[in-house]
């Protein structure tokens, strides 16, 4: 195509059948409005990540961005009022019938600048003893508290960790954290699902940016703590992990590994049993997403499906010597690896004694 042609981009009626068409002038997508009687042409490509202008949707003159609802007046192409990203606008014409629109905008559209956000700084890891974040995904109420397993050997855990290993700890609880679910930007296309999440960027009120702060910045270890619930990790485990696809989605659209050099272990009790299958999706997940593991990577706990004493439970793990002894082992395991990798120690020439069930062969 020449430069700035007018180019024919069909009958009218085409474009009259819904307020927003999707339209290519040469190789650039247009945005081809139509509301009351009239028509408007701006580029197709939103200015934040590359959204289809065209196939979002109007509000009143503004078309909504399908992505992440940047908005942009349909025929001046400029952005809502106080937001000063325009994209350019077209010009068009009707001769007989048919929509006409040139090749080249009649303005240059605007990108604002936008400050990055903290969480997109380069990852560096800060001077100071290894650093072990245990994220708790029990869920309760916590008006009413009650003891969780998982979360106690977790904590027995964190503790052996400061005291006795001199790391730093940090501890997240889930159920504390206030966290949208996530809203399948991902599925819109994958350069839709950004770093940190498009909610992240959009909702200062979510709290999931401390679980992207500890794993992507913080952390040298992180343990993560789950019961079972009908055979598979918590639901609050799944509400965390789903958010986190914006961290492995990284690899995918920009070649980046958000998670280098850290390690992830896992503590996994429930009443009754599947926690094999709970421990393959952890390690498949969180090594999708740049983790490595110890040796022997989880302990677990469960009394089994005809186990329905569930009330003696709680006991059971209290008292459990091995539990408590294997949780603690579990951290040594994991910060042993994350010493290696950060070269404060040298690779182990013998295999961790672990793997053992809970409780000793009499
Ligand atoms: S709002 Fe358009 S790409 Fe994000």
Same mark, same amino acid.
């Given at each position: 195509?020449?430069?700035?042609?007018?180019?024919?981009?069909?009958?009218?009626?085409?474009?009259?059948?819904?307020?927003?068409?999707?339209?290519?002038?040469?190789?650039?997508?247009?945005?081809?409005?139509?509301?009351?009687?009239?028509?408007?042409?701006?580029?197709?490509?939103?200015?934040?990540?590359?959204?289809?202008?065209?196939?979002?949707?109007?509000?009143?003159?503004?078309?909504?961005?399908?992505?992440?609802?940047?908005?942009?007046?349909?025929?001046?192409?400029?952005?809502?009022?106080?937001?000063?990203?325009?994209?350019?606008?077209?010009?068009?014409?009707?001769?007989?019938?048919?929509?006409?629109?040139?090749?080249?905008?009649?303005?240059?559209?605007?990108?604002?600048?936008?400050?990055?956000?903290?969480?997109?700084?380069?990852?560096?890891?800060?001077?100071?003893?290894?650093?072990?974040?245990?994220?708790?995904?029990?869920?309760?109420?916590?008006?009413?508290?009650?003891?969780?397993?998982?979360?106690?050997?977790?904590?027995?855990?964190?503790?052996?960790?400061?005291?006795?290993?001199?790391?730093?700890?940090?501890?997240?609880?889930?159920?504390?954290?206030?966290?949208?679910?996530?809203?399948?930007?991902?599925?819109?296309?994958?350069?839709?699902?950004?770093?940190?999440?498009?909610?992240?960027?959009?909702?200062?009120?979510?709290?999931?940016?401390?679980?992207?702060?500890?794993?992507?910045?913080?952390?040298?270890?992180?343990?993560?703590?789950?019961?079972?619930?009908?055979?598979?990790?918590?639901?609050?485990?799944?509400?965390?992990?789903?958010?986190?696809?914006?961290?492995?989605?990284?690899?995918?659209? @920009?070649?980046?590994? *958000?998670?280098? =050099? +850290? $390690? &992830?272990?896992?503590?996994?009790? /429930? %009443?009754?049993?599947?926690?094999?299958?709970?421990?393959?999706?952890?390690?498949?997940?969180?090594?999708?997403?740049?983790?490595?593991?110890?040796?022997?990577?989880?302990?677990?706990?469960?009394?089994?499906?005809?186990?329905?004493?569930?009330?003696?439970?709680?006991?059971?793990?209290?008292?459990?010597?091995?539990?408590?002894?294997?949780?603690?082992?579990?951290?040594?395991?994991?910060?042993?690896? @994350?010493?290696?990798? *950060?070269?404060? =120690? +040298? $690779? &182990?020439?013998?295999?961790?004694? /672990? %793997?053992?069930?809970?409780?000793?062969?009499?």
């Amino acid at each position: 195509m020449k430069q700035n042609e007018w180019q024919n981009l069909g009958p009218i009626e085409n474009f009259k059948k819904q307020p927003l068409t999707e339209a290519l002038v040469g190789k650039k997508k247009v945005a081809v409005s139509y509301r009351d009687g009239k028509f408007g042409v701006v580029s197709g490509t939103c200015l934040h990540v590359g959204g289809p202008l065209g196939r979002g949707h109007l509000k009143e003159d503004y078309i909504v961005c399908p992505w992440h609802q940047w908005t942009y007046h349909r025929i001046t192409g400029k952005g809502e009022p106080g937001y000063p990203d325009d994209v350019p606008q077209y010009e068009f014409e009707i001769r007989e019938g048919r929509l006409w629109v040139r090749s080249e905008p009649v303005t240059k559209g605007n990108r604002s600048e936008h400050p990055p956000h903290p969480l997109t700084r380069p990852i560096e890891r800060k001077e100071g003893p290894l650093r072990i974040v245990g994220i708790s995904a029990t869920a309760m109420d916590p008006k009413n508290p009650r003891v969780s397993t998982s979360e106690l050997l977790l904590q027995t855990a964190l503790d052996h960790a400061s005291s006795q290993l001199k790391c730093e700890t940090k501890l997240i609880k889930l159920k504390d954290l206030k966290f949208r679910n996530c809203e399948g930007y991902y599925s819109k296309s994958a350069r839709a699902c950004t770093w940190p999440c498009s909610i992240t960027q959009m909702d200062k009120t979510d709290e999931m940016e401390q679980v992207y702060e500890a794993l992507v910045h913080w952390a040298d270890v992180m343990i993560l703590a789950t019961p079972i619930r009908w055979g598979s990790a918590s639901s609050l485990f799944f509400k965390m992990a789903e958010r986190l696809n914006c961290v492995q989605n990284q690899i995918t659209i @920009a070649n980046k590994v *958000l998670i280098q =050099k +850290k $390690v &992830a272990g896992f503590i996994i009790t /429930g %009443g009754q049993d599947n926690i094999q299958a709970v421990a393959g999706q952890l390690l498949m997940f969180f090594s999708e997403l740049g983790f490595h593991f110890p040796q022997f990577p989880f302990i677990a706990h469960s009394r089994g499906w005809s186990a329905e004493d569930m009330e003696h439970n709680v006991e059971a793990v209290i008292k459990s010597k091995e539990l408590r002894e294997g949780a603690e082992a579990l951290m040594e395991r994991s910060v042993e690896l @994350a010493a290696q990798f *950060l070269g404060m =120690k +040298k $690779v &182990a020439d013998k295999t961790a004694r /672990g %793997g053992r069930k809970a409780h000793r062969l009499v």
